[in-house]
C-alpha cells in the first residue's frame, strides 16, 4: 500500500469524527506489517480528558484484534497538517520505533517521518523484547 493510499483511508475515517466541542476531525489509517489496515477518528467528551485521538482508536482495533506490528500510520485532519500528540507519539512508540508517520496536507502533500524522529528518546521499559 502506498503512503498516498493510506493517507486517503485516514482522509475518509475523519469523516467520521465526533467533535463537536472543537471542530477539529481527524482520521488515522494504521498498516500492519501483514498488510491489514485499521481507522479511527477522534471523538471528543464533555470531559476533555475522557477524549480520545485517532491514532489510538485506530490501533486499539488493531491491537484488539490480535495485531502489534505496524508498518505505519496515517494521520489527516480538517485544519491542515495533524502530527499525533506526545500521548500518541508515544502510544506509537511502545509497538516499534521503525513504525512511519504519514501527514499530509492534502492528497498531493504527504510526507513520512519515522515514530523515533517525532519522538526522539522514547520512553520504554525492557521487559526482555
Do not use: W
Not at 15 to 34: D, I, N, R
Not at 47 to 67: L, N
Request: proline share 2%; hydrophobic share 40%; glycine share 10%.
Amino acid at each position: 500500500m502506498t503512503d498516498k493510499e493510506l493517507y486517503i483511508k485516514a482522509l475518509k475515517a475523519m469523516e467520521k469524527a465526533y467533535a463537536p466541542y472543537s471542530g477539529f476531525c481527524v482520521g488515522a489509517a494504521v498498516l500492519t506489517k501483514c498488510g491489514v489496515v485499521f481507522t479511527g477518528c477522534n471523538i471528543e467528551n464533555s470531559a476533555y480528558g475522557t477524549t480520545i485521538c485517532a491514532e489510538r482508536v485506530a490501533m486499539s482495533k488493531a491491537i484488539s484484534e490480535g495485531y502489534k506490528h505496524f508498518d505505519a500510520i496515517a494521520v489527516a485532519s480538517n485544519n491542515g497538517y495533524a502530527y499525533p500528540c506526545g500521548t500518541c507519539r508515544q502510544f506509537i512508540f511502545e509497538f516499534g520505533d521503525d513504525i512511519r508517520v504519514i501527514v499530509g496536507n492534502e492528497e498531493s502533500i504527504i510526507h513520512s517521518y519515522t515514530i523515533e524522529e517525532l519522538l526522539p528518546f522514547g520512553f520504554r521499559l525492557e521487559n526482555g523484547k
